[in-house]
C-alpha cells in the first residue's frame, strides 16, 4: 500500500527518467551513469544514446578514470545519472530535498562540475539527471 501512496516509500522512477531522456538526448550525446542503473533504462528503452558506465564501487581516482574513458568534443553534451535514494535503516528513503541533497553529493558530479559547464538539472524520484555542455576551447 505504502509503495503507490507514500513517497518516502517510492521506488525510483525509471520510466520517468527514460522517457525524458528518449524525447531530450541526442544520440550524438553521452550519459555517464553506475553501472547498476543500465538495466532500468536497457528496459525502458533509452538505448539511443551512448554510455559511458562507471563500475561500482566507483574507482578511487574517479577524476583519472573519467578522464581516460570521456572524452567529450567541444560543445557535446553529458548527461550524468545520480543517484537519490540512500535508503536508512527502517528503508525509508528520504523525501524530495534530501533526494536532491544525496543526488548533488554524487562523487561522479562534483568530477564533471570540474570539467565542464552545468545547463540544467532535473530530479525524479530516486533518480538525479545533470546535463553539462563541453566548453569550447579558448
Known amino acids: 500500500f505504502n509503495i503507490y501512496f507514500a513517497p518516502e516509500f517510492g521506488r525510483e522512477d525509471w520510466r520517468g527518467v527514460s522517457a525524458f531522456l528518449l524525447t531530450q538526448a541526442q544520440p550524438q550525446d553521452t550519459l555517464v551513469m553506475r553501472g547498476d542503473m543500465a538495466l532500468p533504462l536497457n528496459y525502458y528503452g533509452a538505448t539511443h544514446v551512448s554510455r559511458v558506465v562507471v563500475p561500482v564501487p566507483l574507482p578511487a581516482d574517479a577524476a583519472r578514470w573519467l578522464d581516460e574513458t570521456l572524452t567529450p568534443r567541444?560543445?557535446?553534451?553529458?548527461?550524468?545519472?545520480s543517484p537519490a535514494i540512500v535508503p536508512n535503516a527502517h528503508l525509508m528513503a528520504a523525501?524530495?530535498?534530501?533526494?536532491?541533497?544525496?543526488?548533488?553529493?554524487?562523487?561522479?558530479?562534483?568530477?564533471?562540475?570540474?570539467?565542464m559547464k552545468v545547463e540544467e538539472e532535473w530530479f525524479w524520484q530516486g533518480i538525479g539527471v545533470t546535463r553539462y555542455r563541453e566548453a569550447a576551447a579558448e
Open 74 to 81: 567541444t560543445g557535446q553534451r553529458v548527461w550524468l545519472l
Open 95 to 115: 523525501d524530495a530535498d534530501g533526494q536532491r541533497a544525496i543526488a548533488r553529493g554524487d562523487p561522479l558530479r562534483r568530477v564533471l562540475e570540474g570539467r
